[in-house]
């Protein structure tokens, strides 16, 4: 039978040891009548000599907080046996790892996503350069072209990627009008070096004109056709290849014009030409020999209606 | 003719300390060795021998070395720190998880934000994975297998759930502020 302290009821701790409750009892403050399972927690990890032996070396402001980790730590002990508030110490290490990689895992996405707003922002500034240039390009291009611009004294620049493929085009004629005799001379040197593959060519040309007996008039201007299909840089080596071989011809010519008869129909002088002509000439010879045909015609033509009589 | 027992085991570091025979069926030997005396001095001290050998008793032979060990670290804790003990560790940790939850949400949120303001044809990174405390849980799963009152171990989630102490030390819903 418990005796009543004088405030009111046994605490919990004097309760479960059957003891009387006096108002110096040590842990009447921290065990209330009303939770008599905290003290058997606590008793059951401690025991009440040791409870009141932690008590004896604290301070009265100290004795509050420790009683109440006491019981926490009871508390922890009654619900993990084996593990007690180690249970509790390893969850929240695990928790702070967890939070930590996932931390690291969406700051990595965050460097992602800012990285790939910088590359959008840089891809839009280059865009409008880019654009900025052309604008800049063509407005000037116009303005060469109209002859408002003055052209530009150094050669077309190489280092201009953007702008290399339009000044190909206008290489030539600008080495002409300008100063810039340097681009001139560069055709120059590469005709020289290439007067070989010209020759060839020309050759060649010669040869299919010797084919086309029949339709001599086409075959010329498919000749022609053809020659103006090739690149810009061959037109001058090809103009002058054409002088040559005009020159070169022209003794023959002299030699074929001698054994032409002017009496001869149309059709005997054509097949003669024919016939003649083992390197036939450029096209240019060949309309020289029709010429001179047709006139010889018109002076037999003229001589047979003439009003001196024959007789 | 002096006995000589073919096999000699040592004293435990209990039976040392209380300084009696330590038998075969001490409960305190193969978890006290003799190399160790402070060990059993500091749980002796802030438990008492006989409340752990009344602990290791209701406990199956496979628990008692984490027992033991769990023991041994709070009573060193209680040693070193008489006001909070292990206690206060646990306390830092929980502020520690509280901090880190602050720093995720926010960062959360500034993902949610660039995602939203990236464009549709930005390829989307995949999301972190969430890794479950399966395997914590399952660790410490084992205090249902013996005899007394065992419980088992609740599903512990990523997110961040209160301690008990704080409401035992604060019951208004503070945190643990207290310092010596």
Redesign the interface.
Same mark, same amino acid.
């Given at each position: 039978m418990t005796i009543k302290s004088g405030t009111g009821q046994a605490c919990a701790a004097c309760k479960y040891q059957r003891r009387r409750c006096t108002p110096e009892c040590l842990l009447a403050p921290f065990f209330p009548a009303d939770q008599p399972k905290m003290f058997q927690n606590v008793h059951?990890?401690?025991?009440v000599?040791?409870i009141q032996n @932690?008590l004896k070396? %604290?301070r009265p402001d100290?004795k509050v907080?420790?009683m109440?980790?006491?019981?926490?730590?009871a508390?922890q002990r009654?619900?993990?046996?084996?593990?007690?508030?180690?249970?509790?110490?390893?969850?929240?290490?695990?928790?702070?790892q967890?939070?930590?990689?996932? @931390?690291q895992?969406? %700051?990595q996405?965050?460097a992602?996503?800012?990285q790939?707003?910088q590359q959008?922002q840089q891809q839009q500034q280059q865009q409008q350069q880019q654009q900025q240039q052309i604008a800049a390009t063509e407005d000037y291009m116009s303005e060469l072209q109209l002859g408002v611009a003055p052209p530009r004294n150094a050669p077309f620049s190489l280092e201009d990627n953007n702008v290399v493929p339009q000044y190909n085009c206008v290489a030539p004629q600008a080495s002409y009008s300008n100063s810039g005799n340097v681009d001139y001379s560069i055709n120059y040197l590469d005709f020289k070096e290439n007067n070989n593959v010209v020759n060839s060519f020309c050759e060649q040309q010669q040869h299919q004109q010797e084919q086309q007996q029949q339709t001599y008039s086409n075959s010329n201007d498919n000749n022609t056709s053809s020659m103006v299909v090739h690149p810009a840089h061959l037109i001058v080596p090809q103009a002058l290849c054409v002088q040559q071989e005009i020159g070169q011809d022209y003794n023959e010519m002299h030699s074929f014009f001698d054994c032409v008869d002017d009496t001869q129909s149309y059709i005997g002088s054509k097949e003669a030409c024919d016939s003649s002509l083992d390197s036939s000439p450029s096209k240019d010879t060949r309309q020289l020999v029709h010429e001179e045909m047709a006139e010889n015609e018109l002076k037999s033509a003229a001589a047979f209606f003439s009003l001196t009589s024959v007789n | 003719m002096a006995s000589s027992s073919s096999t000699y085991n040592p004293p435990c570091a209990a039976c040392k300390f209380l300084r009696r025979k330590c038998t075969a069926g001490c409960i305190f030997s193969g978890y006290f060795p003799p190399e160790e005396p402070q060990k059993f001095a500091n749980v002796h001290k802030i438990f008492g021998a006989s409340n752990v050998a009344k602990l290791l008793n209701d406990l199956l032979p496979h628990q008692r070395d984490d027992a033991v060990q769990s023991l041994a670290y709070e009573a060193e804790a209680r040693v070193r720190d008489p006001v909070y003990g292990c206690v206060g560790a646990i306390s830092f940790l929980q502020r520690q998880v509280d901090r880190l939850q602050k720093e995720l949400d926010a960062a959360n949120a500034d993902l949610i934000r660039l995602a939203a303001a990236s464009s549709p044809s930005v390829h989307m990174p995949p999301p972190p994975p969430h890794q479950r405390p399966a395997e914590f849980g399952r660790r410490f799963g084992n205090d249902g297998g013996g005899g007394g009152r065992f419980y088992q171990t609740p599903g512990y989630q990523i997110t961040y759930n209160a301690s008990p102490w704080a409401d035992i030390y604060n019951p208004h819903g503070g945190g643990f502020d207290g310092n010596i």
């Open positions: 059951r990890l401690f025991g000599k040791n @932690l070396e %604290l100290q907080t420790a109440k980790s006491i019981k926490f730590h508390l009654d619900k993990y046996p084996v593990h007690g508030c180690l249970f509790e110490i390893r969850h929240l290490n695990y928790q702070i967890m939070a930590e990689d996932e @931390l895992a969406v %700051l996405q965050l992602y996503y800012r790939q707003q959008q | -």
